[in-house]
């Protein structure tokens, strides 16, 4: 069972047997084929590994770590379990040992974790802390809500390998239906997934918004934006060219600087007396006085 006998927890991951066995049965049931001709493929391949003494290559692409497990598992020393037992004498009571006593002298918690037996754990069956951490699990994983616009079919994946391929992400999507196109970003780490229709799109966000790895790396999945309203805002926040002002009696609109000639001058100034100094004309003016006379 791969267990300690002491605290009963998994020695790989410090978790119940319970929490442990029901992560890999989700993780191998989630990297089964989806599609009928795929599970045919992996049925074919299988059968031939046995008939070429090989069995244990289609058993070892099954053997990738399990994400659940790898989020819930025991990062540092659970030192608890090295702790003695409750005194049964004391909590009656009877303990007349004190201080030099080996048990612990405190009273068991009560709950729903206070029901648990040495057998239960072992066989991970009916163990009510594996059910606890299970639920808080379940209960703090948020959902991958589609957007409301239809049109949009596009996945974001982040976190990618620097070695991951456009092949490696098209494998990982393809079986849950036609993509339109794959674009992988090597210098994010990240790659966009378009698929033919909205309904693919939404089966692969509920299949894989729980875990998706790829090429041995845990990666983050996102639904897409749409590109059309990022072009609109950059167009409208785009500043005009030098000199446009807007006209006479008219606000400028949003994204239309003002030059400085329909700047008015500030309380107290002169008006320019030179025409170098008049930005309006362009520093030109021309001199009809003689024509006048």
């Not at 099954?62 to 004391?90: E, G, M, V």
Request: aromatic share 6%; hydrophobic share 30%.
């Amino acid at each position: 069972k791969n267990v300690c006998q002491t605290c009963v927890l998994d020695l790989q991951y410090g978790l119940p047997v319970q929490v442990r066995d029901t992560a890999l049965e989700q993780h191998e049931r989630e990297g089964m084929p989806v599609t009928q001709v795929n599970r045919e493929y992996l049925q074919e391949v299988a059968e031939h590994s046995i008939d070429a003494d090989d069995a244990t290559q289609s058993y070892h692409k099954f053997t990738r770590p399990s994400l659940l497990l790898q989020r819930l598992q025991r990062r540092a020393p659970y030192y608890k379990r090295n702790a003695p037992h409750i005194c049964s004498f004391f909590v009656k009571g009877e303990c007349n040992r004190g201080k030099s006593c080996p048990f612990r002298h405190e009273m068991p918690q009560t709950g729903e974790l206070a029901h648990q037996n040495i057998k239960d754990r072992y066989f991970g069956n009916n163990d009510p802390v594996a059910k606890k951490m299970l639920r808080l699990s379940k209960e703090r994983s948020t959902p991958l809500v589609p957007p409301p616009d239809k049109t949009i079919r596009t996945l974001w994946v982040g976190g990618l390998d620097s070695k991951t391929s456009e092949a490696d992400v098209r494998q990982k999507f393809h079986p849950f239906g036609e993509l339109a196109s794959v674009r992988v970003i090597d210098s994010k780490n990240c790659a966009f997934v378009t698929y033919s229709t909205r309904s693919s799109a939404e089966a692969a966000a509920t299949k894989l918004q729980s875990g998706l790895t790829i090429n041995g790396s845990r990666c983050k999945l996102a639904w897409g934006k749409k590109q059309a309203g990022k072009k609109e805002a950059k167009l409208g926040n785009a500043p005009a060219p030098p000199g446009m002002a807007a006209p006479p009696g008219m606000a400028a609109p949003p994204g239309m600087g003002i030059s400085p000639a329909a700047v008015p001058p500030p309380p107290g100034m002169k008006k320019a007396y030179y025409p170098s100094m008049d930005a309006s004309n362009m520093g030109a003016r021309f001199d009809t006085t003689h024509q006048e006379k």
